[in-house]
């Protein structure tokens, strides 16, 4: 799977924003702030929601990326899966029953209907969230949880 496309309408600080990702390494640069995390994590809870059943975020990102001003979070999000793109097209509201979500290929606007609407990562990447977060999703160091046995620094490797 690839990310082609990241439209944010209200997501956190961001409001109207569209990212082109091309093929290869794409770089977001930006000051010092949170806009890359922010980035990062819509790219998470467009693809495994915004549930309260994960214990690792238990509504942290309802609350942290709820707009402000508006009273929804939207967006979509258009990845490219064996040359056919889709569009993850997604509402989050105060609460779960608030959510939409709605998948579609890109080329004809046709609804998906095979897909896992609450987690589309789960379908697309065939795997969950946990094994999403431990693999594929690398986190900015203030992220990482220092007090885990498992986790080690490395620095000054030779």
């Known amino acids: 799977m690839k990310i082609?496309?990241?439209?944010?309408?209200?997501f956190g600080l961001i409001n109207k924003k569209n990212l082109n990702l091309e093929d290869g390494?794409?770089?977001?640069?930006?000051?010092?702030?949170?806009?890359?995390?922010?980035?990062?994590?819509f790219i998470v809870c467009f693809l495994y929601g915004m549930d309260d059943?994960?214990?690792?975020?238990?509504?942290?990102?309802?609350?942290?990326?709820?707009p402000f001003f508006m009273d929804k979070t939207k967006g979509?999000?258009?990845?490219?899966?064996?040359?056919?793109?889709?569009?993850?097209?997604?509402?989050?509201g105060n609460s779960k029953l608030d959510d939409t979500s709605i998948v579609r290929r890109v080329i004809d606007?046709?609804?998906?209907?095979?897909?896992?609407?609450?987690?589309?990562?789960?379908?697309?990447?065939d795997i969950g969230f946990e094994a999403f977060n431990r693999t594929?999703?690398?986190?900015?160091?203030?992220?990482?949880?220092?007090q885990d046995k498992n986790f080690k620094l490395m620095s000054d490797v030779a």
């Open 4 to 10: 082609k496309k990241i439209n944010i309408n209200n």
């Open 25 to 41: 390494i794409n770089i977001i640069y930006c000051g010092n702030n949170q806009i890359k995390s922010i980035v990062q994590n």
């Open 53 to 66: 059943e994960r214990k690792v975020f238990k509504s942290v990102f309802r609350r942290k990326y709820s």
């Open 76 to 92: 979509e999000l258009i990845v490219e899966i064996n040359n056919s793109e889709y569009c993850i097209d997604r509402t989050f």
């Open 109 to 125: 606007s046709e609804e998906i209907l095979n897909v896992d609407l609450d987690q589309p990562g789960k379908t697309f990447l």
């Open 136 to 146: 594929m999703f690398i986190k900015s160091m203030d992220e990482f949880n220092v």
